[in-house]
DNA sequence: CTACACGTGTCGCTAAACTATATATGTAGA
DNA sequence: TCTACATATATAGTTTAGCGACACGTGTAG
């Protein structure tokens, strides 16, 4: 069971974003489903946090969308990455290593 | 040399802070120090996060505060945890930790 | 006398994430 | 038939954290 209080870190959603949608195109609530699923049901992303999200991704130039029949035979919205979003996304992978090992070493201190 | 665009991920700060004062009392000053120092140089708490953050977790009653003269012959006021800060501080590095190893299995999915 | 390290603090801003809500459809079960 | 739930997208309104830019004050090194 997931836990109430999910509380996403910020900054990390759109990085976790971006690697749901790399290996393809993927619609909002399959990637919300897709992270819960790969995460152990430790991360869940909201509704508000996920479509405002999706939008800026695709307003800053980062995913594009296209409606297309889901495999539940419902339109959906799918996002893919352009060329920008897979440099962004290396760029944050790579932000989010550091960071995550600068915590670790206080932390572990 | 710090990276320029610093940017803490929200949340993570006051377990830091309390982290860092947890061995024994320090004044702000020297806990951005001793956090700078011990992530090589890539955490770098902003006075802007640092005092407003401390002021809350007094506030909270997870630290509390008693001016003292420091090593350098100046006042600083003097931070410790309380019995709810060093609880709260085990909670959170809890959180974190699962937190941290769920973006991982996402990220190296 | 100037610059820098020490030390605390605030104001105003931005932006992210959450809660709650709205909308719409298909299907399973009582 | 009615209800509940899964699928699917979306926004309005709120909160709150962290940041940048300041302001204040002292002591010391050059």
């Known amino acids: 069971m997931p836990q109430k209080k999910s509380d996403l870190l910020q900054g990390t959603l759109d990085l976790l974003l971006l690697k749901t949608i790399a290996p393809g195109p993927m619609h ?16 869940q992303v909201q509704q508000g946090s996920l479509y405002p999200a999706l939008h800026r991704l695709e307003r800053k130039g980062l995913i594009t969308s296209k409606w ?6 419902r339109m959906a919205k799918y996002y ?13 992978l790579e932000h989010w290593r550091r960071y995550a090992t600068a915590i670790s070493l206080v932390l572990e201190a």
């Open 68 to 73: 297309k029949e889901s495999e539940s035979g």
């Open 80 to 92: 893919s990455l352009t060329a920008a979003g897979k440099k962004q996304f290396s760029t944050e």
């Open 28 to 43: 909002g609530y399959g990637i919300a489903q897709r992270i819960l699923l790969t995460s152990k049901e430790v991360l």
